[in-house]
């Protein structure tokens, strides 16, 4: 799956509310920059990233970008899920934290977390957002 792949499915169907993004532990099915289509899924409510390792991509002039950023731009998403072995989710934390996330329909968040470092900005998710519900695997 590629970036223009998902950008002409989000076109196709642009009333879609649940996205599936499961990336084989075998075959590397998504590519690098998929995830950057996500803002064009205008009516999303239901995200799920399955073993999706979130990668830094370079950008010109050497700067590197975030493939997990553009979860921030879907403002009508009512519930993800990122179940996966490295530190996508707590990226997705640690980038909601820091830019203020506006997760305002969001109701539900499925976490896998790593590590310790993570439970400040978990606390920080659940007092900003008191009718969150947060399940962490």
């Known amino acids: 799956m590629t ?21 084989s532990p075998d075959v ?7 995830t950057f289509a996500l803002p ?7 995200l799920t990233l399955l073993n999706w390792e979130s990668r830094n991509s370079a950008a010109r002039g050497c700067a590197y970008r975030s493939e997990i950023a553009p979860i921030l ?15 996508t989710a707590s990226q997705f934390l640690k980038d909601v934290r820091k830019r203020n996330g506006p997760f305002h329909f969001l109701e539900i968040a499925e976490l896998s977390l790593n ?3 993570d439970l400040g900005n978990l606390q920080w998710l659940e007092s900003r ?5 947060v399940v962490r695997n």
């Open 73 to 87: 731009s879907l403002k009508r998403l009512r519930k993800i899920k990122i179940s996966c072995q490295g530190s």
């Open 40 to 46: 064009y899924f205008k009516n999303l409510e239901s």
């Open 115 to 117: 590590c310790e470092e």
């Open 3 to 23: 970036l223009a792949n998902l950008i002409l499915i989000s076109k196709a169907a642009p009333n879609l509310r649940e996205l599936v993004l499961w990336q």
């Open 28 to 34: 590397n099915v998504l590519e690098n920059a998929t």
């Open 129 to 133: 957002y008191p009718h969150l519900r």
